[in-house]
Each structure stands twice: as structure tokens, then as C-alpha cells.
């Protein structure tokens, strides 16, 4: 008996000084860290949850596409909270805890010139099939991957073109952890595979300039938290600048609030034989003339009430939209040229400060029938060729190399002679945030990636200290400290329903880490039709503006072509319903914008603070903004109850102190047998208990609402005053 007892005493000595003895440990209150000394594998364990996190060990990817597994060639040393070990190919890793927060930074030092990729993870991190288990990815918006499927697949993430921060969180178990870098070149690679079972896994590569990634257990924790956690990392790397800290520097930047985006396409020159226009002749197209540009802007403000908007014309320049740039002067003499645009931003001024008068224009592309045209501008291929970009209505165009652009753009006959004539308020400059980063091998002006995203900051910084605001395309983190508003984000959320196949499911990373930083709105190609209601929800949920469509010349006074929507599903046209404005688009615009724009600007300080799904089909979802702006928003066919309403599909309610919205079926037990749009929004900030001064939107639907315990009956619109109380 003694003698077994001794046997197993000695056992369990082994048991506890084998994993000392091969691997190397860094630990702290929060996290450990182990090191196989023999492989090099790392293992992260979350003190808190419990749950490992298997790195795995890194692999090199050399120049001729081998691989090359890596093996420590001497000691792994612990050295002052630091492992470190060398490897035969000479490479040094590190791995070093960080105390606030507690994180562990992962690095190498410089890898000989035959090493292509340093996968710093490779197929580590995996995840089997659960509910809690999900990568949670920086595309665009931001999605959710979920060790399911039938087909295996593989996904690169590359270079703030794949990805829009340089993050993403894996969840297993219902622990959440972030991982983190600031180095462009550093690609996620995601692989899925079904055989022999399901599993997610994730590699890091790691080429050029990129050298470290960080890691950082949050305990219990989901996407909402990952994203949260990213936000001071984000800040000390200069991404995070919130509006509240932008409106120190320019209160003009309240101006985006609320604000609606009309983008009238004034002048269209489509060049022969291109996907645009496949004919021999070029194609001239006239929407708008500038005169009609004001008008389009004054019948908004005058007919629908529309108090905060931008107006930004895209198609002024001479050639016609998207034609010879950069050579933009003198404006378009076919809709009004300079005398023209100089009245147009002259009436739009004269609508007050809540019409934003801007200009599209555009510093990447270069085309080659523009008169300045000199190749010395443009970016250049490793073999000396023109970078080509893509083709637009003027035809081919060139990239100009990012460190020219500024050159380019404050030459006396682009912005600056621009702003003496028309005095933009806003200048919009077109696919800086939507390309991905480029390398330029002219000799004259070479570029990595790094310069790139250097050099296009510079121009996002000479923009809008020469015109006051500024946004560009689509949306990158590494904009919004520089930028005043992104134009295309937010169709990751409005497009992924039509888009097929498309299983991503989108969740608001990005706008949980930036929402109270840069206002966002989708590409102005995505406009939402009248029987678009998915559109309207999503910017409910998200509290963002839309870019609304609109008929062209003086649509409104029908003497155009009434309707050029053909094929409307009259099942989905909701939000047009009303009796104020004979052009249904008129109607749409007036009623979601009644919505849209004071939850904008409630909302416009505050982060995202949650988000949810409501359902397990994924067709009800949440948000809340700072601590008291409650959303919901119901896409399914199936009614949703919430506490206080029940949300047929469209239905939404937004629950504020100052501000009330929903198209519901009932709302504080008053039923509504055709269901109601309504808003009720303090005019004096103060608490909708308290106003001195509630106006009450009635859209459509039954018009009664309760109010402060009496049932009102509201046709259109009423302001209830503090004398009426
Ligand atoms: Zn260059």
C-alpha cells in the first residue's frame, strides 16, 4: 500500500514539473501564457473563463511559396514578463505580456529577405460547431462566421481593402478574445473545413513592414464586447476621434446631424464602347441642370420640410461625371457652366445653415483625354506600366500615386480656383476609402502600402482644411479622424439582403467601435426605392441617414415622367403611404425622414452601446445607443411584441426620453387596426414627460396616439406647447 502511495505521489510530481520543464510561461492575475519549448506552440489560457486559446506554432512562407515549419535552434528564454527564442532560419519571436489591459504582444524581428510570409498563426485559434463559438470579422461593417455550412471554403482578408480595422474577435465557448495589429500587411485568412468534421480556423500572415499582433482575453463575452474593448486600442493608434471631440476643432460638423443626403446626378457623358455604353457613340445625359440642382434643393426644404440636408452634385465638372479628371473647370457648360453652379451654391446657401452645399470630385482617377494629362502623376506598375483603375462613363482611367494627389488637387485650376467660385461647403472626393492601399514602383514617387494610407490621409487633411467638411467612398477606420462623413459603409448592411449567395451575417462592429465618430451613409448607388422598407429599418437600427432617390428636372411638378421605379412591389411600399405629396418618393422621403432625423440627432454623440437578435431566425434585432436610446426593428413576416408595442413586419420602435418613433400595431395598449407611423420628439431637449414643446408626426395609419396618459388625435402634425399643458 505505502509503496503504490509513493508510486503515485511520484506521478503526479512528474505531471506538475513536466510542463514546466517544456514550455515556457508568462502569467498574470488575467492570463497565461505557455511556450513549447520543443515546437514552439503557443497557448493563451483567459484566467478568468478558463478556456485555451491554441495558437499554434508560426510558419514561413518563403519567396518560392514552400513552407518551413518553425523550431526554436536554442533556448527559450523568460526573461522580464518576455519569452523569446531564435530559430534556425535566424528569425527572433517574442512574446511579451502587457499589463494594461492585460494582453500579450506576439513579434518577430526582421525575416531574411527569402521569407515571403511570416504566418504568425497558422490555422490556430480553431472553433468547432456551437452557438457561442464565431469569428467575429472587420468586414466592411462587420460579420459573423459560424463553423457551419456544407462547403469548406477559404477567405483572405488583406490590407484595409478585406478588412475595415485592423482587428477581429474570435468567441468560443461564449469567451471572447481581441486581436489586434497596425500594420497593413498583416492578411486574416480564414479556413473553413467539413472533413473529417466541422472547424473554423484562422491564420495571421505577416509580410514587409508587419511584425506583431496582439492578443487580449476579455473573459465572457460576445461580439458587442469585442468591439467595445477595440475602441481605446483604436484611439491610442489616432482612429478614434468622436464628433464631440471633431466639434471642438469645427461645430460645423453638427451639420451632418440628421442630415439627409441628395446627390442629384446632374450631367452624365458616357464614352463609346464601354460596359457603360456599348454603342460607337458617346451618350450625353442630362438630369439636372444647375438651376434645377437649386430647385430640386429648395422644393426639399420648402415642400417637405427637409431642415437639415447635404446637397452635393455629382456630374458638375466639365466632361460630365466621372470624365476627364482632374481637369474639373470650368463647370459643365452644357447645364450651366460656372455662371450657373455659382447660383445654384448661391441659393443653396440661401436655404440656412442646415443645407450643406457640396461638391463630388475626384484625386485618384486620371483620364487620358483630360488636358493636363502627364504620366509622371500616375502610379506604376513593377514592370514601369500606368496602374490602370477602373473603367468609368469617361472610359479608362489611371491611377494617380497617392503622394501626387495633393500636388494635383491644389494646382490654382483644381480646389482652390473651385472654392472661389462656388464656395463648397463640403467637398466629397471620390474612392479614398474604397480602393484598397496600392504600391507604386515609379522610381520618382515609390510607395508601400504604409505611404499609401500616409499619403491619402494627406489628402483627406488638405480637403477639409481647404473646403471645412469632407468624406469620401465606402469607409476605413484610418479615415474617420480625418473625414466628416464615409458614403458606402453602410450598404454592407442595406445590400446584404438582396445579395445572393451571401450567408455573412452582418453585425455593427464598426459602428459600435466609430458610430459616434463618423456619420455613415450607403453608396449613392443604393437609394431606397419606395418599396424598400429593409432600407429604411436598417437605418433606424443603426441611426444612420440614408441618400434618398428622387426623380430628375423638376420631378415634382409632374410634368416629368411621374414614376421611373417600374416593377414596384406595392406589398413593401409602407413607408410611402400618406396623403401629404402626390409623388410617392415625396411621401417616403417626408415620413422615414421624420423618423430618421431626430434619432440621428439624438443619437450623434452617443456610441452604440448593444446589439442583438432578437429571434433565432435573425429577423428582429436590437441596438441601443448610449444608455437610453432603446431600437427595435422587425424584418420578419411574424408580429414581434415588445414591452410597450407589437411590430407587424417593417415595425419599428425607437424609445427615447426625448424622442418616440415606431410603426406599430399598438403601442402603450392603444390598438391600431391599420398600423401607425408616429413620432414624438421634444423640441426643447428637454424629456418628453416635461417638454414645453412636443411635436407629434403622424405618417400613416390610425391617428390616435397616447401622450402623457390622454389618448391625442393627431392627423398630420401637431406641437403640443407648455401653455397647452
Ligand atoms: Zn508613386
Request: glycine share 8%.
Amino acid at each position: 500500500m505505502k509503496r503504490f502511495l509513493n508510486q503515485g505521489s511520484l506521478m503526479l510530481l512528474i505531471a506538475v514539473s513536466l510542463p514546466a520543464a517544456d514550455t515556457a510561461r508568462l502569467e498574470n492575475r488575467r492570463l497565461r501564457v505557455e511556450v513549447d519549448r520543443a515546437d514552439a506552440a503557443v497557448r493563451l489560457l483567459d484566467k478568468e473563463t478558463g478556456e485555451a486559446w491554441a495558437l499554434g506554432a508560426p510558419r514561413l512562407v518563403m519567396q518560392d511559396k514552400s513552407t518551413a515549419t518553425i523550431r526554436p535552434s536554442g533556448k527559450v528564454t523568460e526573461r522580464g514578463g518576455t519569452v523569446r527564442y531564435r530559430t534556425e532560419q535566424g528569425i527572433e519571436f517574442q512574446l511579451q505580456l502587457l499589463a494594461n489591459p492585460p494582453s500579450v504582444e506576439y513579434s518577430f524581428d526582421k525575416a531574411p529577405p527569402n521569407v515571403a510570409e511570416v504566418l504568425l498563426v497558422d490555422k490556430g485559434l480553431a472553433l468547432g460547431p456551437g452557438v457561442n463559438n464565431y469569428y467575429a470579422l472587420p468586414v466592411r461593417m462587420g460579420i459573423l462566421l459560424y463553423p457551419e455550412g456544407e462547403k469548406p471554403y477559404t477567405r483572405r482578408l488583406a490590407n484595409y481593402a478585406g478588412y475595415s480595422m485592423a482587428m477581429l474577435g474570435v468567441v468560443k465557448n461564449g469567451s471572447a478574445l481581441l486581436t489586434t495589429w497596425s500594420d497593413p500587411y498583416t492578411t486574416i485568412v480564414v479556413d473553413y473545413a467539413v472533413e473529417p468534421r466541422k472547424n473554423l480556423s484562422l491564420s495571421l500572415s505577416l509580410q514587409k513592414s508587419a511584425r506583431s499582433v496582439r492578443f487580449e482575453p476579455l473573459g465572457r463575452g460576445g461580439y458587442v464586447e469585442i468591439a467595445k474593448a477595440y475602441r481605446p486600442v483604436a484611439r491610442q493608434r489616432g482612429y478614434l476621434k468622436t464628433l464631440a471631440e471633431k466639434m471642438k476643432e469645427n461645430p460645423g460638423v453638427a451639420r451632418f446631424f440628421g442630415a439627409a443626403n441628395f446627390k442629384p446626378f446632374a450631367f452624365v457623358r458616357n464614352v463609346p464602347n464601354t460596359r457603360w455604353n456599348q454603342t460607337d457613340k458617346e451618350r450625353l445625359n442630362i438630369n439636372f441642370t444647375f438651376e434645377e440642382c437649386a430647385d430640386l434643393a429648395e422644393h426639399f426644404a420648402r415642400d417637405l420640410g427637409i431642415d437639415r440636408a447635404l446637397l452635393v452634385l455629382n456630374g458638375w465638372i466639365n466632361g460630365g461625371y466621372d470624365n476627364r479628371h482632374p481637369d474639373v473647370l470650368p463647370a459643365a457648360p452644357e447645364i450651366g457652366g460656372d455662371r450657373g453652379l455659382m447660383e445654384c451654391s448661391r441659393r443653396v446657401h440661401a436655404l440656412g445653415p442646415g443645407w450643406v452645399f457640396g461638391l463630388h470630385d475626384n484625386y485618384q482617377d486620371f483620364y487620358r483625354d483630360a488636358p493636363s494629362w502627364n504620366e509622371d502623376y500616375i502610379m506604376k506598375n513593377p514592370d514601369g506600366s500606368l496602374r490602370q483603375g477602373g473603367v468609368w462613363a469617361g472610359g479608362q482611367a489611371y491611377l494617380i500615386c497617392s503622394r501626387k494627389s495633393v500636388e494635383l488637387a491644389s494646382r490654382p485650376q483644381n480646389v482652390p480656383r473651385v472654392k472661389e467660385l462656388f464656395k463648397p461647403d463640403l467637398y466629397f472626393s471620390d474612392t479614398i476609402f474604397a480602393s484598397p492601399l496600392y504600391e507604386c514602383f515609379d522610381p520618382k514617387h515609390p510607395m508601400t502600402w504604409v505611404d499609401d494610407l500616409h499619403y491619402k490621409t494627406q489628402l483627406c487633411i488638405y480637403l477639409r482644411k481647404e473646403v471645412g467638411l469632407f468624406g469620401s467612398e465606402e469607409g476605413r477606420e484610418w479615415g474617420v479622424a480625418h473625414s466628416d462623413y464615409f458614403e458606402g459603409l453602410m450598404s454592407h448592411k442595406t445590400r446584404w439582403q438582396q445579395q445572393r449567395p451571401n450567408d455573412d451575417i452582418i453585425v455593427p462592429l464598426f459602428e459600435i467601435v466609430y458610430g459616434d465618430a463618423i456619420p455613415m451613409y450607403t453608396h449613392q448607388s443604393d437609394r431606397p426605392r419606395i418599396d424598400a422598407p429593409n432600407y429604411v429599418l436598417d437605418h433606424v437600427l443603426y441611426a444612420e441617414m440614408p441618400v434618398y432617390d428622387f426623380g430628375t428636372h423638376r420631378y415634382w411638378t409632374g410634368t416629368q415622367q411621374p414614376q421611373r421605379q417600374r416593377g414596384v412591389d406595392e406589398s413593401r411600399t409602407v413607408f410611402a403611404r400618406g396623403d401629404r405629396f402626390s409623388d410617392r418618393r415625396d411621401q417616403f422621403i417626408k415620413n422615414t425622414y421624420e423618423v430618421l432625423s431626430p434619432l440621428g440627432r439624438v443619437t450623434a454623440l452617443l456610441p452604440m452601446t448593444d446589439h442583438r437578435f432578437l429571434t433565432p431566425d435573425r429577423k428582429v434585432e436590437s441596438t441601443r445607443f448610449g444608455t437610453d436610446v432603446n431600437i427595435t426593428v422587425n424584418y420578419g413576416e411574424a408580429d414581434y411584441a415588445t414591452p410597450r408595442a407589437v411590430l407587424p413586419q417593417y415595425g419599428f420602435i425607437v424609445e427615447s426620453p426625448t424622442l418616440i418613433a415606431f410603426y406599430a400595431r399598438s403601442y402603450r395598449g392603444l390598438k391600431y387596426d391599420d398600423p401607425a407611423l408616429f413620432v414624438l420628439r421634444s423640441m426643447d431637449d428637454r424629456p418628453l414627460v416635461s417638454s414645453r414643446k412636443v411635436r407629434i408626426y403622424h405618417g400613416f395609419g390610425g391617428n390616435q396616439v397616447e401622450f402623457r396618459g390622454k389618448v391625442l388625435k393627431v392627423d398630420r402634425e401637431q406641437v403640443i406647447s407648455g401653455a397647452e399643458q
